[in-house]
Nanobody
Framework: QVHLAESGGRLAQPGDSLTLSCRIS????????MAWFRQAPGKEREFLAA????????THADSVKGRFFISRDDAQNTVLLQMNSLKPEDTAVYYC????????????????WGQGTQVTVSS
């Protein structure tokens, strides 16, 4: 089993920067890809970014490219999501996810999920 635990969500103001963390534990050797998704009220879950564990290659959704950045902190066994220039429309529950094999942007193909962390952007 793989366990994921997100943290870092909070109330932020428009224009703020915020970094979310996802700590991975358990059978981490089976994980090839880590990703971040978000789900706003009344909307479907949206892919944001993914990272290939062995190469650290990254993929970012066009909707957040240039504002959001996925990275890893090996010392903490953590995947980060740096979010800049936050907008009210970034308000959502943010989830990290993990899977074996190749990167995909489709949420149903991810096997492991964290509990989510709430990000609210409001003045």
């Amino acid at each position: 089993q793989v366990h994921l635990a997100e943290s870092g969500g909070r109330l932020a103001q428009p224009g703020d920067s915020l970094t979310l963390s996802c700590r991975i534990s358990g059978r981490t050797f089976i994980v090839d890809t880590m990703a971040w998704f978000r789900q706003a009220p009344g909307k479907e879950r949206e892919f944001l970014a993914a990272l290939t564990w062995d190469t650290s290659n990254t993929t970012h959704a066009d909707s957040v490219k240039g504002r959001f950045f996925i990275s890893r902190d090996d010392a903490q066994n953590t995947v980060l999501l740096q979010m800049n220039s936050l907008k009210p429309e970034d308000t959502a529950v943010y989830y990290c996810a993990a899977k074996a094999w190749v990167v995909t942007t489709t949420d149903v193909e991810y096997d492991y999920w964290g509990q989510g962390t709430q990000v609210t952007v409001s003045s």
